[in-house]
C-alpha cells in the first residue's frame, strides 16, 4: 500500500474569509464499511494539518484494467456557527497532496440552517 494526504481549506464567503476551529472529519471506505481516517481543526487561517490516507500502489495507475488507482473518502467539516458541509467521493492518489476547499454558509443568514447539512459528490475521476 501506498500513502496520499488530504487536508481542508475552511472559508466563508466569496471573499474565502478563513474560518477558525472548524472540525473536519475524514473516513475512508473499507470492504467492511467505514472508519474514521482522522479528525482535525482548522487554524486562524482556515488550514487543518494532513491526514494520512492508504492508497493503492501508483503502479496501478499506469495501465487500464488495473483497478482503482485512487482511495475514496468523505469529508464532514462542522462548526456551530455554520452550515454543515459533507463533501462524499473524495479521491486520494498516492503521494499527491489532496486540497479539499469547503465555503461554509454562516446559520445566521438563515436560521433553518441549523438542522441542515449541505452534501456534495465529487464525480469519479475517468482513469
Do not use: C, W
Request: proline share 7%; glycine share 8%; aromatic share 6%.
Amino acid at each position: 500500500m501506498s500513502t496520499g494526504t488530504i487536508s481542508a481549506r475552511v472559508f466563508t464567503s466569496n471573499a474565502e474569509i478563513p474560518i477558525q476551529n472548524a472540525g473536519v472529519g475524514i473516513t475512508q471506505r473499507t470492504e467492511t464499511g467505514k472508519r474514521l481516517a482522522g479528525y482535525r481543526f482548522s487554524d486562524e487561517n482556515g488550514k487543518t494539518e494532513p491526514i494520512t490516507i492508504e492508497t493503492p500502489e501508483a503502479e496501478l495507475s499506469r495501465a487500464p484494467g488495473n483497478g482503482t488507482p485512487y482511495s475514496v473518502v468523505d469529508v464532514k467539516v462542522v462548526h456551530p456557527a455554520y452550515e454543515t458541509i459533507i463533501i462524499e467521493n473524495v479521491q486520494i492518489f498516492p503521494g499527491v497532496d489532496t486540497i479539499q476547499t469547503a465555503q461554509m454558509i454562516p446559520i445566521g443568514e438563515s436560521p433553518l440552517l441549523i438542522e441542515e447539512s449541505e452534501i456534495f459528490d465529487v464525480t469519479s475521476q475517468n482513469l
